[in-house]
């Protein structure tokens, strides 16, 4: 079965803080995304990567960094967080290859509260 | 570029009763679509997706969703509700070119199911 797993699934921090969100999948996917969740605004990309140490900008990457250093780990990295950073994260992969469908699997979420 | 419309943020039906979660899409070229489910404080799961073969796609759980290309539309049924159905539903559409094409999620519909 396939599975991707992220690593803390409510986490409460100060503001301020160094915040790290781990994202591992072991279906091989190429792809790993990382998206914020919030009410009534769906789904947002924050950052992307399509392989090992590549790392694309989503529509919302203000105030986030990504690393990808093994093919089966995507890290989420919030520098210093804020109380506008307080939502879910999730966490998802793909296969890479052009012409597939591409459908997305997903983490079950991070809930970061920041106050 | 790709867009989806989720008509509806929350629909409210009695258990037994039908189904009916509407979805647009705007695409410039055949689209691949998708219908996700999020039970709570889960991640998202893929309920279905057409992928251009047969227009009536069925998914898990009794849903299925047809593609209509004239109406641009890919809405989700089900004939008779279940408690267990209560989640969030996204609609999802990616244009399948390669792999720099993102799937794009409509703002969701949170669906209540009534006793």
């Known amino acids: 079965d396939v599975k991707v797993t992220q690593s803390s699934r409510y986490l409460v921090k100060r503001t301020g803080e160094k915040v790290f969100l781990e994202c591992v999948q072991d279906?091989?996917?190429?792809?790993m995304f990382w998206y914020r969740q919030d009410p009534g605004l769906g789904l947002r990309l924050i950052y992307f990567?399509?392989?090992?140490?590549?790392?694309e900008k989503g529509d919302i990457p203000e105030g986030y960094s990504v690393s990808r250093e093994k093919k089966e780990r995507f890290s989420l990295i919030l520098e210093s967080a804020s109380t506008n950073q307080t939502s879910m994260y999730l966490c998802?992969?793909?296969?890479?290859?052009?012409?597939?469908?591409?459908?997305?699997?997903f983490g079950e979420g991070s809930r970061l509260t920041v106050l | 570029a790709q867009s989806v419309t989720q008509l509806g943020s929350h629909v409210s039906v009695s258990e037994g009763a039908l189904v009916l979660l509407r979805c647009n899409y705007s695409?410039?070229?055949?689209?691949?679509l998708f219908w996700y489910v999020q039970y709570p404080n889960q991640g998202l799961q893929l309920l279905l997706k057409?992928?251009?073969?047969?227009?009536l796609v069925k998914g898990i759980n009794g849903f299925e969703a047809e593609f209509k290309k004239s109406e641009t539309s890919f809405h989700l049924t089900k004939p008779s509700a279940h408690m267990r159905d209560a989640a969030e539903y996204f609609c999802?559409?990616?244009?399948?070119?390669?792999?720099?094409?993102?799937?794009?999620f409509g703002k969701g519909t949170r669906l209540h199911i009534l006793p």
């Open positions: 998802a992969s793909s296969f890479g290859l052009a012409g597939i469908t591409g459908e997305l699997f």
């Open positions: 279906m091989d996917h190429e792809n």
């Open positions: 990567s399509y392989d090992v140490k590549m790392k």
């Open positions: 695409s410039s070229v055949p689209p691949y």
């Open positions: 057409y992928t251009s073969a047969a227009t």
């Open positions: 999802a559409v990616r244009a399948p070119m390669n792999r720099d094409d993102k799937i794009i």
